[in-house]
């Protein structure tokens, strides 16, 4: 013999996010026909965002909720919860946050209710609740696992079920809103409000969707763990930028050069000729080898040596490698003279360790001999990657001065014909300091400043510094 409906006066209904709850208003029309009293709390279409962050909406809306039952109760009317997705959310923390709330009977559908949720303390201990409570859960539902990922008030009761000796758990191949249609209804949902009884429910297996859903969110914690260390690892290596990284994000790098010719001097045709370059290469990603420097030397120069200081700036001797292509590489200096200039770009790559995010090296010349053509003249080299800034410094020896070309103290024609106009770059008032900003010089492109000293360089040299654009 079918048991008969329950006592209860009103049946209260609670919906869920982002809907306005259609399905309310048609199981309302079916139950007032059968006259049972409804009633329905509506907060509105309520957005993911404030469901992700409630704070004070929540407050409100558990605020109208227990102003409507106490209602109910000031009437002496026993109630029938009926709440889906954030609903079922909802009465669950009026309950265990107000235990002056009483109903008769709840049925939920869709809940995003914590699996660890103590219902048995809601209704045996504080007798909150009267009669039975029904958990009608989804398993091809993925809000409730989704919900329980995102945010660790909610859980996956509505589709794992309560888990709680208090609750009747049952399971149907239905998603998110499959409880609302009308077969549905008509087959469970109604004894389940009225009767508090589920017949002919069916348990169904989870779908692949669900079940890794499920799994993920019983190992949160280790999740988060993994998805932190993602995070930082990605983090790091961004803000690390290895050289790998270089074909995706800009990778740059800045010389700073010094270009110390002081210790020279010249008495008579005896020049006794000694050179020290101090360059730092900064970078903005760590390369992942030694930096790759090329000497070029001009006519009358020997090999340098060269050294890379360590960390507590001392010189450690590092040695070059012939470049296999000196003997044919030049330099072509632009001049208005059909018979341009050639100088041999005659040199050694040196392997510079790289510091960190930095590269510094000494490059000392020394040439005791008779040359005439024997001093101060250029040097050249090419990043590794794109070379953003530039700056040289030259010192001169007591009583030598920069020697200005076609009105500049460095030769025209340093820079690809882009830059030829010096936009980019500055001459200081003393004529020894070339900077160079926003180059954007793309990778291995030659760079070649050239410059020419007063009361150094024969007459025969002063010509070759008349460079055209």
């Excluded at 660890?116 to 696992?145: M, T, Y």
């Excluded at 040596?305 to 507590?312: E, M």
């Amino acid at each position: 013999m079918d048991s008969q409906p329950s006592k209860a006066n009103v049946v209260y209904f609670i919906h869920g996010i982002r809907t306005y709850a259609n399905w309310i208003r048609r199981f309302r029309a079916d139950l007032k026909s059968k006259g049972v009293e409804c009633g329905a709390r509506s907060y509105g279409r309520f957005p993911l965002f404030k469901f992700l962050f409630p704070g004070a909406y929540l407050q409100d809306i558990l605020k109208m909720l227990r102003s409507d039952l106490n209602a109910y109760e000031q009437q002496g009317k026993t109630v029938t919860v009926v709440a889906h997705s954030f609903g079922a959310y909802l009465i669950y923390r009026l309950l265990r946050d107000d235990q002056s709330i009483r109903i008769h009977r709840l049925v939920l559908c869709g809940a995003v209710i914590q699996r660890r949720a103590r219902w048995i303390d809601l209704k045996l201990h504080r007798k909150q609740i009267d009669e039975q409570i029904v958990n009608l859960c989804g398993v091809s539902d993925p809000f409730p696992p989704l919900s329980e990922l995102a945010c660790r008030r909610f859980g996956a009761s509505g589709v794992a079920g309560a888990g709680d000796p208090s609750v009747d758990d049952y399971y149907f191949d239905v998603g998110h809103s499959g409880f609302f249609t009308e077969e549905f209804y008509r087959k469970y949902f109604e004894d389940a409000i009225l009767r508090g009884e589920v017949k002919g429910a069916v348990d169904a297996d989870y779908t692949r969707t669900v079940s890794a859903l499920l799994y993920l969110g019983s190992h949160k914690t280790v999740l988060k763990i993994a998805s932190a260390s993602f995070v930082v690892l990605i983090a790091a290596t961004l803000w690390i930028r290895p050289e790998f990284l270089c074909s995706v994000l800009k990778c740059e790098m800045n010389v700073y050069r010094q270009d110390d010719l002081s210790g020279s001097f010249k008495r008579g045709d005896v020049r006794a000729y000694s050179r020290v370059i101090q360059t730092s290469y900064q970078f903005n990603y760590l390369p992942s080898g030694p930096y790759i420097a090329k000497t070029t030397i001009p006519a009358g120069e020997i090999h340098p040596d060269v050294f890379a200081l360590d960390d507590r700036n001392a010189k450690k001797k590092v040695e070059g490698d012939q470049d296999p292509a000196a003997s044919t590489n030049v330099v072509k200096l632009k001049s208005s003279d059909e018979g341009a200039t050639k100088v041999p770009a005659d040199g050694h790559l040196f392997k510079i360790p790289v510091r960190w995010y930095r590269a510094d090296a000494i490059f000392e010349y020394r040439n005791e001999n008779a040359q005439p053509n024997s001093g101060p003249a250029a040097s050249s080299f090419n990043g590794r990657q794109t070379l953003e800034n530039l700056e040289v410094e030259i010192r001169l020896p007591e009583g030598v001065s920069l020697l200005p070309c076609n009105g500049n103290t460095y030769a025209s024609g340093i820079l690809p014909a882009k830059y030829a106009d010096r936009k980019f770059c500055v001459v200081s008032k003393a004529g020894q300091v070339l900077t160079c900003s926003n180059l954007a010089l793309q990778p291995e492109t030659n760079i070649f400043y050239q410059f020419r000293v007063n009361g150094w360089d024969a007459e025969s040299d002063k010509a070759q510094c008349d460079l055209s654009e």
